[in-house]
């Protein structure tokens, strides 16, 4: 079966440093990966996906299949980006997502 | 936002009663799944269905049944209702066939189990 894991419940960083949010993996297909966002008061929305390789609000993220990994990176927080950050996983096999933990990201003035 | 709504959007109950929770979509798609949202767990799928009386089990469905007799509605049946099931409880949906695409959520029903 597979599984998602976010080593980091919170990560706390000051406006303007970079921040790193810690996705690992295991599946032994071939996975999609997706960082979805839950902003406070909002509905959990899709943040972005691997297949599409796209900087969404400033975020990147690598699928690393070689260390089944999917970190999601910014390198300047901005106080909006606090939030709660979920790593997710689809699978071939069927039309469900697994997620991870969350981490919850606080970024201070 | 996505036309999907949940009801009721709070409840508080007693353990041993029954509990439905409403999904409703206007966007006709094929997918809806019901999630539980908890600290240190992120969410896990309970159950999931692709299409009307078309339902599946997900990694926690102990507790909790399903049923899909139109494409626009889900709903998720705690026969009888425990302590561990007091959680946030999410909806979404999705149209999207083989690896799934985007999901789009509901706002969430609060559910608290006294």
């Known amino acids: 079966a597979q599984r998602v894991t976010q080593p980091e419940k919170l990560l706390s960083v000051f406006k303007g440093a970079p921040v790193e949010l810690k996705c690992n993996y295991s599946?032994?297909?071939?996975?999609?990966l997706f960082w979805y966002v839950q902003y406070s008061r909002q509905r959990l929305q899709l943040l972005l996906r691997?297949?599409s390789r796209e900087s969404i609000k400033g975020f990147t993220a690598d699928l690393n299949k070689g260390e089944t990994s999917f970190h999601l990176k910014k390198p300047f927080a901005q106080e909006e980006d606090s939030a709660m950050y979920y790593c997710?996983?689809?699978?071939?096999?069927?039309?469900?997502?697994?997620f991870g933990g969350g981490t919850r990201v606080l970024v201070k003035p | 936002d996505a036309g999907i709504t949940q009801s009721p959007r709070h409840k508080v109950t007693e353990t041993g009663t029954p509990v439905t929770l409403r999904c409703h979509q206007t966007?006709?798609?094929?997918?809806m799944y019901w999630y539980r949202q908890d600290p240190g767990h992120g969410l896990r799928l309970i159950h999931y269905?692709?299409?009307?009386?078309?339902?599946d089990k997900g990694e926690v469905s102990d507790g909790y049944s399903v049923s899909r007799s139109k494409t626009e509605d889900f709903l998720l049946t705690l026969e009888s209702a425990t302590s561990s099931q007091t959680s946030v409880y999410f909806c979404?949906?999705?149209?999207?066939?083989?690896?799934?695409?985007?999901?789009?959520f509901g706002e969430g029903s609060r559910l608290t189990v006294l």
């Open positions: 269905s692709y299409g009307v009386k078309d339902t």
């Open positions: 997710a996983l689809s699978t071939a096999a069927g039309n469900k997502l697994t």
């Open positions: 599946y032994s297909g071939s996975p999609e």
């Open positions: 966007e006709n798609h094929r997918y």
């Open positions: 691997h297949i």
């Open positions: 979404a949906i999705s149209g999207k066939t083989g690896n799934t695409g985007e999901l789009f």
